[in-house]
């Protein structure tokens, strides 16, 4: 009897790939994050040499310590933050960061990005929304990023969403467009499962939600 080869090495594939991917890109980051950990204890050397010998040169050797001591970091400097006194110290230090001259604007920049897309009570980032692009006819997934404002906002006539529109399969980059609000439709899966479905190249649909209204495009 001939065996199903073929079968056989597309289904262990089926199994083995997602483990595989998965484990290489944990340890991309753990890398990453060593090498970082790496270049500071480097910098400290001659900082906190007694007699030419490094007291925490070890350290180097440890895989993943890296991730573990920044992980340490944003857990201290969450609980810092979360007193009087913490937040008192973060306010001077972003004084001190937008008053130097070219760091402010790209600290200033990258902290309302951040606060945006962080924030417990922003939209960014919050909803699925199905949108006509590159042109009408053809549909993509896209998030809710907000609502064009200030000058922009009064070019506008109308209701108008901020919408970012990721590449496939690398959802990291891709475009920002500011669509009518009636042009868009709101989608009830959630952020992570259109993730999945951007990424997997509509491979992978989420489940179906049974109050999802029937698909009716925009005039």
Sequence with gaps: ????????????LLVWLPLAITIWVLHWLVGLLDSVFLGMMYGLDSVISVGGVNPVAGLRDVPGLGVGLILLLLLLTGALVSNVAGRWLVRQWDRLFTQIPIVKSIYTSVKKVSDTLFSSNGNAFRKAVMLQYPRAGSWTIGFQTGSPSGEVGQHLDGEWMSVYVPTTP?????FFLMVPRADVIELSMSVDEALTYVISMGAVAPDAQTDTPPLNPPA
């Design 170 to 174: 690398n959802p990291t980059s891709g």
């Design 1 to 12: 009897m001939k065996l199903p080869i073929k079968k056989y090495l597309l289904a262990g």
